[in-house]
């Protein structure tokens, strides 16, 4: 019995000591400089530099993506999984004289990293330095446009251009043209100025690089303007955001179901297989987004028999985008192409059913060679494969494509199309800036999802950029496929120097789509669809499918808006007293608190206590309200007992020194009790 009972004990105390007894950290926590818990890591492709943030030079910024996000912020912004604008470090934009003008409103209250405030001067001093430095991104577009800018004064940028352009307030919106404080840049050579470490009005700046860890820790900037000028869910939640590169697939694997990451891209290193199991586990999750580009089939339009419009068509319904979406490598199926661009919210306004229904995308093979049919274009010589009247072989070579090439060519074959496929390489760009290839599978990229106006879109297709570069020139600017219609030119021509959303411009825009569709120099196939991974584990609040509010590409500029949504999976609250008026505000924990008047009391999660106090307008201590009042009445009750000390003296002195003693200690008591009476009067007027 007592053997039994000893070996009990000892095996309640052995589970003691392993629940008491330190865990032993994975080695990525041992890593970390930054407390695990307060600290945001995303993991992106690595990077090659660690030293220099300038984002007007090649390979001018080591973490591209810190700095488009976090650091360097953009006068506006697009959510364009809503497609509404943000204004930002300005409240908005307006044109005169015949878009010959552009004039931006700087948002007040604004601030650098440093402190020092933002203001238009800081945008007339950029836009002046990319304008004399030949050498500097988008100085040529800059110098295209730009006359002259006036500061008429701290708010107010005024651009003068060359000539109408009602557009160019996009070349200052995210992945444009960013802005960088005069007072830093204003003495150095913009060439080889590092910028190191950076000044910006994002929410964080610098901490810590580690090299041979491929890691860039970024620290919160506590004075943050946003937080200050729109309220404390604007603080993100997060102290430290970590950019690091990828590691192997096992490594990424296990670092995605321990949550030791918190934001990646599965498919930059796992298989479809490998994240379906990922997602077994808990704290887990995927978000699906449609990328701005659907993939499209680019045609040589010069090239005959592709400069035939009957012919691209023809070509296009051997798609069949149905089948072909199944096997996109994702989770989530993607679907067929409908729009030359992403179906972005934004950009359904313009999806005109009378062009895009009497110009459908679909898989119809029969009606394929019915067109050829139609054209002479037939198998003269029973080879099998379609000839054109003058004998040119239907044999052609697609560049890239993987999968979707290999359908599209068996799709081919069938009427008599040969299809040669080679794989898209760093030279084949060169090819086709040059126009020496027959056609390319690759993204649908265009500037119009990126602006939700398809006025860019129409306008790389101008006929003067296939005049200005003919074949066996490179393509500098403009669609390398090199399509002519004069109709289309005239509709571009009058849309640019008008507003899209605009009756004449809407009208404009609906017969110039209509001619692009009926010429079809690119044939839209799939949406391509991307996928992002997140961890539950130390933050929620991440967008999802179902609810998507902002864009959750964590490469993206825009990625900004969904760190200020982020929480922390483990919350802890504090009560603090308001010193000063509070507006609503949403906490860390995503509920609402407040309005809150000086003396109201709340419990609050403890990142937002930390901010208010730092502002000066909470406490963690209760608040006296009317405090003048209970002034006055410490001031009486002094008085009060200042006279009743004097009669009590005198009561003293006239008797016996025998009793003096005694005496004395009553006087202690009384004076004690009365200073317990003060103390009493002074907390109940703090309780009220």
Known sequence: MKVRMSIILFLILLTAMLFIMPIKPTASEEELPVPREETLIIARPGFSRFDIFN?????GLACPEAYDTIIGEYLWYINYATGEIIYWLITGWEYENNYTTLIFHVRKGVTWSDGKPFTAHDIAFTVNMIKENPKLYLHPWIDMWVDSVDVPDNYTCVIRLKMPNPRFHTTFKSWGLHIVPEHIWKDKDPLTFKNFPPIGTGPYKLYKVIPENNMFIFIRNDDYWAAKVFGPEYLPKPKYIIYRGLSSPDAEYLNWIRGDIDAFVPSDVLSVDAIKK???YPHTALCPFLDPCPRGMWINTQRYPLNYTQVRWALSYLFNREKLAKFWPSVTLTMPAKYPWADWPGLRKYAFPEVFDKYKLEYNPEKAAKLLDELGIIDRDGDGIRETPNGTKMSFVVWGGDYLALEFAEEAKKIGIEIIIKPLTGTTWELMELGKIDMAIYELCTYTPFTNDPYFLLEIFHSKYAKMFPIGT?????????????????????????????????????KGLELWMRDLPVVPIIETIYEVGWSTKYWTGWPTSDNLYAWPAIWWPEFLFVIFHLKPAHIEYIQVWFTQPVERFIGADGKEYGPFEPGDSARIPVPDADFLIKQGIASTKPVIVGIEELRETVFSLEEDINRLRTEYENVINSISKSIDTAIKLSSVAICIALIAIVLSIISLKKRR
Not at 55 to 59: K, L
Request: hydrophobic share 45%; glycine share 4%.
């Open 55 to 59: 984002p007007f030079i090649p390979n």
């Open 474 to 510: 490179r393509m500098q600017v403009g669609a390398w496929v090199r399509l002519v219609d004069p109709e289309l030119d005239e509709i571009i021509d009058k849309l640019s120097v008008i507003p899209t959303d605009t009756p004449e411009g809407l009208e404009l825009l609906k």
């Open 278 to 280: 990922a997602l077994t």
